[in-house]
């Protein structure tokens, strides 16, 4: 089941990826009501809110800023769309009620496109989840005050590029059934003849009616790799009609670009069925896969990936340098970086308070008994065949090494293993077991 998600927040919307028809039956047939494991990108995964495991909400919730590090596969872009997530579940009274959250990964297309500097890129990102947000909620702007308003107006200027592109880009933006014209016309009486600057000072204040503060969650976790496959990766799941969803809607922020790719594919823009961006992405993911043209749309979007352009080490010291004048204005900095960087950002207020993301074996013990009980059943020893040992459980979490990413795929290499070399089994069998986890070592082996 896909989590009650706001349209805005915009992940987890795709549905979730299909298992192969010989995994699927055999999940049937061992008594699971879905794969437990799921996605190898499990931050993809519709299902994560119901059986994550948060270790380390102290680190990064509440009224403050937070910079958390993490080393490759300890589910920091999950830790950061759950952080945003919090923000509006469970309604109505969120874990982190109050708080407007905006989720940006700096690696994709919005970095290039719409910003200078790394400040620019994150407030074109707020701007345009709360053009989103205020298309779904027109009330929420009309009963702020005067100058709340003028703040919000003046931030979609920006967000828009002038005052007469507001209305087209929020009506691109908005939902299929449109965007209430009183909203509009109250929006433009606000706005600025000219775009404004682009300081983060256009944030101040800058949140609809219901909010009191802004999270600027920020998933830096790839830096300084690009998110999509690199050569020699296992792209079988790029290849997927969701992940390419998932991949062109983060790469191509507006409407313009994919007017753009549209373009670039020979497929006229306005033939697609929908509205707003969204839906025309979805459409023509569809079109694409049913004139077998998904592999070029691939080859597009992995390119557009490519080029993302990613800010230097030093612009990432000066955003950590506004963390405390940032959080004085109720404006609180959610920063995932990589391990391999701590030492490049040390110095600054904020890396100096820095914590550490990481899974202990009860960790991921839990987390593998939360996926279990979602999926229907108590424990591992349920998926064992008679001749394999009840210890599964602790042998898969002893090979994940204190990685939630290797526990994820290693749980799919076994399903994918058991159905390919024996299918008619309801359980795991040892030698499936011993095939992916390797064997047993004896007491005296090194």
Not at 326 to 355: C, E, M, N, W
Not at 370 to 396: F, K, N, V, Y
């Amino acid at each position: 089941m896909t989590p009650s998600l706001p349209r805005w927040l915009n992940f987890w919307y795709a549905e979730r990826e299909v298992d192969p028809p010989a995994v699927d039956r055999w999940r049937r047939q061992a008594g699971l009501a879905f794969n437990p494991f799921g996605p190898k990108a499990a931050e993809l995964d519709p299902r994560l809110p119901d059986y994550w495991v948060d270790t380390f909400s102290e680190q990064t919730q509440g009224r403050r800023a937070a910079l958390v590090f993490g080393a490759p596969g300890s589910g920091q872009t999950a830790a950061a769309m759950l952080l945003a997530y919090r923000c509006v579940h469970p309604a109505p009274a969120p874990y982190e009620a109050g708080a407007f959250p905006v989720y940006w990964n700096p690696f994709d297309r919005t970095a290039g496109l719409a910003a200078r500097s790394l400040e620019e890129g994150v407030i074109h990102t707020a701007a345009a989840v709360l053009a989103r947000y205020l298309a779904d909620h027109p009330a929420r702007f009309a009963t702020l005050p005067q100058g709340r308003k003028r703040r919000l107006a003046r931030l979609l200027t920006f967000w828009a590029g002038e005052k007469e592109q507001v209305v087209p880009e929020l009506q691109l933006e908005g939902p299929d059934s449109g965007v209430p014209e009183e909203l509009l016309r109250d929006i433009v009486r606000y706005c600025p003849d000219a775009a404004p600057a682009g300081t983060v000072r256009l944030l101040d204040g800058a949140w609809p009616q219901g909010f009191d503060a802004l999270y600027l969650i920020l998933d830096a976790s790839t830096f300084p790799v690009d998110n999509l496959p690199r050569p020699g990766a296992d792209t079988a799941a790029a290849r997927s009609p969701g992940h390419l969803r998932q991949e062109t809607t983060r790469l191509y922020p507006t409407a313009e670009d994919v007017k753009t790719l549209c373009m670039d594919l020979g497929v006229p823009y306005d033939d697609l069925p929908g509205l707003e961006r969204r839906s025309k992405i979805r459409e023509l993911v569809v079109y694409c896969e049913r004139e077998e043209r998904l592999s070029e749309l691939e080859r597009i979007v992995q390119e557009q990936g490519g080029a993302a352009s990613a800010a230097s080490l030093g612009d990432w010291r000066a955003l950590l340098d506004m963390a405390t004048s940032l959080a004085g204005r109720g404006i609180y900095l959610k920063l995932f970086l990589p391990a391999a960087v701590r030492a490049d950002v040390s110095g600054t207020h904020l890396a100096d308070q820095a914590a550490q993301l990481a899974w202990s074996d009860e960790d991921l013990a839990h987390m593998l008994q939360a996926r279990l009980a979602a999926a229907g059943i108590e424990d591992m020893t349920r998926l064992c065949a008679p001749d394999a040992s009840s210890d599964l459980a602790a042998r898969l979490i002893q090979a994940a090494a204190g990685s939630p990413r290797r526990l994820v795929r290693l749980g799919n290499r076994l399903l994918e293993a058991q159905a390919r070399h024996a299918p008619r089994s309801p359980g795991f069998s040892a030698a499936v077991i011993d095939r992916v986890l390797g064997p047993v070592r004896g007491e005296g082996a090194d």
